[in-house]
């Protein structure tokens, strides 16, 4: 049995430089549906044609391409977190919220993946 419960989503992560001709790319080429652009987090998300499934666009003035992190829905990230602190993973910092938004935790795996935990805070618990 797995130390966390994880939801049935999972967000692929990618640093572009600009979300917005990014975000145009994807829907053009690949058929993917915009979600939102949060421009104050220099986010977009992407619905992709997988159930559960999107694409995350993070802004940086240079782009890591090849640098993929994948960000796993979580129900309650701090008791997750919790338990995976407990079971010796190295977290990269404190959790970050964005209010009435996500939770997000940055942790790596024992060859340092990295990959996150994200709780949606849009839904009522």
């Known amino acids: 049995m ?11 992560a990618i640093s572009v430089r600009d979300r917005h001709v990014s975000a145009e790319w994807y829907t053009s080429m690949l058929g993917f549906e915009l979600i939102h652009h949060i421009d104050e987090a220099g986010w977009s998300e992407m619905k992709t044609r997988t159930e559960g499934v999107t694409l995350g666009l993070g802004e940086q003035a240079e782009p890591s391409p090849g640098n993929t992190v994948p ?11 919790g338990a995976l602190e407990a079971a010796g993973v190295k977290f990269d910092g404190e959790t970050q919220t964005i209010e009435g938004m996500v939770s997000t935790a940055t942790f790596y795996d ?10 949606d805070l849009t839904v009522p618990a």
């Open 110 to 119: 024992p060859d340092g993946n990295a990959m996150m935990l994200a709780q």
């Open 71 to 81: 960000v796993f829905g979580i129900g309650d990230i701090e008791s997750a977190r």
């Open 2 to 12: 797995s130390l966390v419960s994880l939801e049935n989503t999972i967000t692929l």
